[in-house]
Each structure stands twice: as C-alpha cells, then as structure tokens.
C-alpha cells in the first residue's frame, strides 16, 4: 500500500521558510528533501503562475507521495519530480529532460527522517521491536543497520557512536554489542538494540530528556545513510546551481547538521568558520583571501516558537539558517 501526503510530517518552521525563500511566480525552486510534499505545496502555490518547482528525494514512497499531493498544480507550474540522493542533484538535473541547465532562484533543505519513515517498519524508531534497516532508500540494496553492527570492528562502531551519536558510553555500549556479535546472537532488531544500550549505559546516567538510545539510534542512521558527507556534497552543488540573488534555506534537526551548515554558510560568506564554543560564524572577520558567494540571512538560526512545538512535536529540535547568493558571484 502507497502512503498518502498526509502520512509523512506537518512541514516545519513553513512561514518562516516561505519568508526566507521567499518565493514569487514564474521562479524555478528545488525541493532537495521532498518528503511527503508539505514545503513544496507551498513552495507550488507561490511559484504559480508559470513557475517550476523540482523535487528530489531518495525514498520511493516519498516521491509517490509528493507527486499525489502535488497534482493539482500542474495546470499552473512545471513540476519535476527525480529519484535521486541530493548530494547528485547536478548530475541528475543534467541527466532529467527539461532540467538540463536550469539555474535556481531557490533551494531548500530539510534534513532528518520523516514521520512516515519513523512509523513504518524501517528500524529508525526505538519505540517498536521491528528489522534494524535504518536506510533511507530501502530498495537500494546498501546495508542495512545491523548489517553494520555485524560487520564494523570495534574502533569504528565506537568512533561512529562518538561522533556521530556524541554518545558519551560509545565504548561501553560497543563492547556491549562486540560481546553479543561473539556469542552468535548479533543484534537484529530495534527491540534487541534498545536492550543491549539500556544494559550499558548506567542507569543513573540516562538522559532525562531523551531515550538512552536516541544518540545510538542516531548515530547509526548517519552512518548508514552517510548523511553528513551526502550534506556537504548536496549544500556545495545547490550553491552553484542558484542564481545571483537566489536563496538557499537549511532545516536541520541535531547539532552535527547545524555545524555543517553554519560553517559552510560561513566560509562561502566570508566568514571564518567557527569551532564549536566560539564566536557565531555570522560575526568572525572574514578570512584575507575569501571571494564571498553568499550574504548570510540568518545569523542565529531560527528555531520553532512553542505554539509550533505543542502542535508538532517532532519541530522541537529544528534549527533552520539561510543565505543569498551575491550578484556576479
């Protein structure tokens, strides 16, 4: 059964995005994240009359389901709908008929997983005992989850719980699962996961504002998905691609996103990026030799006010930045 529009989240921080992308009729606009198409309907309905809106997601579902809710603009504006990671965006634009050297006037990221994904059977949620997949694109074949937990030596599952969970009982949660791999019953499930993490982490030490094993859960996701080289890589194709005066916004939802995003923005305005603990990016002097690209919108990122959060728990931890690209740049 195709999921509908309406299982994937309510978009996040959607006013203060449109405000920011500010989209008007007749502009080309890329949905790099397409999810279940609640920021591009919105991003439609501004781009009409005569606009084009592109759309990427890696998810098969998603896609089905954005083109669905989108339908009823196609009167007004040219829709491009491609299965594609956003980190290929340039070579599938290049490789898609009627895409071929479109220039942009706006892009928009919004990263993390979707409400679809978290509620259906694909490993990402610690709340039901389900198979440990954990893939974005769970027809591409890559491995899965545990696939890794079965394979990755100690070093490097630690090091991934490290740096991308900042887990502060990476090691012992992983001698935890190296134990359990030697004893011929490696982890397979969400279900069996959530144990062996419980049993690790001292009990006096789990959050109290999170699951003791959203920073596993997490830290597992990006590694399997490569989500923050997919960034990088997606962040410096989507600037190249947007026309002087065009805006690019970010929503990102943990801190290893937001770093990325606030560095990169940073370095191609000018801007020393900044370490974690240092002055904001938006305020360093800017390095002798930069040629900027961008002119920073946000200098804080915008978060969610407590109305948006009381009526959509999942925007709680969305951070959302943007930047325009200069003239002749």
Do not use: C
Request: without cysteine.
């Amino acid at each position: 059964m195709q999921p509908t529009a309406d299982a994937y989240h309510e978009p996040v921080l959607l006013a203060e995005t449109l405000r920011l992308l500010a989209p008007k009729p007749g502009e080309t606009m890329l949905d790099s994240t397409l999810g279940g198409g609640g920021h591009s309907a919105a991003l439609a309905q501004a781009l009409s009359p005569g606009g084009t809106l592109i759309g990427l997601d890696r998810d098969p579902e998603a896609l089905q389901a954005a083109r669905i809710r989108l339908e009823p603009f196609r009167s007004s504006l040219t829709i491009i709908l491609i299965y594609t990671e956003f980190s290929k965006l340039e070579v599938a634009l290049e490789q898609t008929e009627g895409a071929q050297g479109l220039q942009l006037d706006g892009v928009l990221f919004d990263l993390g997983v979707s409400s679809h994904q978290l509620d259906t059977a694909r490993g990402f949620s610690f709340r039901r005992d389900e198979p440990l997949d954990m893939r974005m694109d769970a027809a591409s074949g890559a491995p899965t989850a545990a696939d890794l937990l079965a394979t990755a030596s100690e070093p490097e599952l630690a090091r991934i719980l490290l740096e991308y969970g900042e887990e502060r009982f990476a090691r012992r949660i992983v001698r935890a699962l190296i134990e359990r791999r030697r004893s011929r019953d490696p982890v397979r499930t969400t279900g069996q996961l959530v144990e062996v993490v419980a049993r690790a982490v001292p009990r006096a030490a789990w959050p109290r504002d999170l699951h003791v094993a959203t920073r596993t859960f997490q830290a597992l996701r990006i590694a399997v998905n490569d989500e923050l080289g997919q960034l990088q890589e997606g962040l410096a194709a989507a600037v190249e691609r947007l026309n002087p005066g065009g805006r690019i916004a970010v929503i990102s939802y943990h801190s290893l996103e937001d770093r990325i995003v606030k560095q990169a923005f940073a370095r191609w305005a000018g801007r020393a990026p900044s370490v974690p603990g240092s002055s904001p990016a938006a305020f360093l002097p800017p390095p002798e030799d930069a040629e900027p690209t961008l002119t920073l919108l946000t200098r804080k990122p915008i978060v969610p006010t407590a109305e948006e959060i009381a009526r959509n728990p999942r925007a709680r931890s969305a951070r959302l930045r943007a930047a325009r690209r200069r003239a002749g740049k």
